[in-house]
């Protein structure tokens, strides 16, 4: 029996070593250019039961108490396969559904913070480990924190109710 852990390769989301740590944010499509708004992402493949359940419960419970302390703030999840659920979210302010993109690394430099609010979460997110590897603050649910093996309150957040993710982001 072996045990594999999971892992990114840090230098290809280094957004020094990928070139995109500028004060020029790349652009992206389908994303508005207006890069004063507080942007927050997600990602993941977004036919996944559990991330169609997190971006859904994030964009009811905490975007709109975040929209109320950041009237521009943006929400996008980016992710290939989204179902109609998730792409309807995008029919609401602030939110984009970008679905396939080529490349998450733009998006990860783009965002102000990672959302990872998944309410059932098994074993290590790479989602996390990927925003944390581009240098972007991440807020994580308890059950996706379980899996990661850094230090809460110092290499990211833990947040549960949606007050703490206001907090938190």
């Known amino acids: 029996v072996a045990i594999l852990k999971n892992g990114v390769d840090t230098s290809h989301f280094d957004p020094v070593h990928c070139g995109l740590a500028t004060t020029e944010s790349p652009e992206l499509p389908g994303v508005p250019p207006d890069r004063s708004a507080v942007t927050l992402v997600f990602t993941g493949v977004m036919d996944y039961a559990p991330n169609v359940e997190a971006v859904e419960w994030f964009a009811d419970r905490v975007f709109p108490l975040v929209r109320a302390r ?31 993109v080529e490349d998450i690394r733009p998006y990860l430099a783009r965002a102000d913070c990672c959302v990872v609010p998944l309410k059932l979460a098994r074993g290590v997110q790479n989602k996390a480990l990927e925003a944390m590897a581009a240098a972007r603050p991440v807020v994580l649910s308890p059950g996706a924190h379980e899996g990661v093996r850094a230090v809460p309150g110092v290499d990211y957040l833990v947040a549960d109710a949606p007050v703490d993710y206001v907090e938190a982001i």
């Open 70 to 100: 950041h009237s521009d703030a943006r929400f996008l999840v980016v992710g290939n396969r989204p179902t109609a659920r998730v792409n309807r979210l995008g029919e609401r302010a602030g939110i984009t559904v970008t679905g396939f």
